[in-house]
């Protein structure tokens, strides 16, 4: 593990990372979920892609990485662009898994794999809705600290900055950044995700025009297992559309 710090606004981050394959010439940047860290995707993936330099990353706030006030995805995205400035580094490919799915299209590399990707809005279940209105409440009444009482499982043990930064990034839509994407697109998504269900990855491969979908067995965290699948049928993408 090592640690890499820029500068955003202001402030200095320190920015946990590690590398694998180091003698590579072009290199996969791995980027975590939210409440996950590094390690999830170094254990998922680092036996496989050995023709690519790993580049596994704590995103801000996550891991072993410092953050200092809630940001956005966008703001995300502009602090791993610093970081993988500061390494000198850029991915051929971007494998994000999702939280981790936005920031890797934010950031437009060549090739992207979106993993159970977030960024699709869909309507919210009605207890979620209940526990939204009786947070603002609590709020109006100056009792920020039962946050923890209405939050949702993703923040639970995290401090105000982290919920206040789900908060922000919960509801981003991002449908026209997936319009926008022209590189290449590999999706794979679990067949029994509960938590970014098949309805989203159906509309971002519709909204991605040089898209193709996976679907495989298992929940949100469906890849864990499944390095070589998705290493092989990537690679067979790849191969086809050069």
């Known amino acids: 593990m090592a640690i890499k710090r820029v500068e955003y606004n202001g402030a200095e981050l320190s920015l946990s990372y590690l590398l694998l394959n180091q003698d590579k010439e072009e290199s996969i940047l791995f980027l975590h979920g939210w409440g996950a860290n590094k390690e999830l995707m170094k254990n998922s993936f680092g036996d496989f892609f050995k023709d690519y330099r790993h580049i596994y990353l ?10 200092n006030a809630a940001l956005d995805s966008y703001e995300v995205k502009a602090v791993v662009e610093k970081f993988l400035r500061a390494l000198n580094q850029t991915p051929q ?3 994000g898994h999702s939280f981790g799915g936005k920031i890797a299209l934010l950031l437009n590399p060549e090739n992207i794999v979106l993993l159970s990707s ?41 401090d105000m900055v982290m919920y206040e930064m789900f908060k922000k990034v919960v509801d981003e839509d991002m449908s026209e950044v997936f319009k926008a994407y022209e590189g290449r697109a590999v999706l794979f998504w679990g067949e029994d995700d509960d938590v ?22 298992g929940g949100h965290f469906f890849f864990a ?18």
């Open 118 to 158: 977030s960024g699709i809005i869909l309507p919210k279940r009605l207890w979620v809705k209940i526990k939204i209105r009786l947070f603002k409440i609590a709020k109006i009444f100056g009792l920020k600290g039962l946050y923890k009482v209405f939050a949702s499982k993703d923040v639970k043990g995290m």
């Open 58 to 67: 704590d995103l801000p706030g996550f891991g072993n990485s410092s953050i």
């Open 93 to 95: 490919i971007i494998i």
């Open 196 to 217: 970014t269900p098949l309805v989203a990855a159906f509309k971002i491969r519709d909204f991605m025009k040089n898209s193709t979908l996976h679907m495989l067995k």
């Open 225 to 242: 297992d499944k390095g070589k699948i998705i290493e092989e049928r990537l690679k067979e993408t790849l191969k086809d559309k050069k």
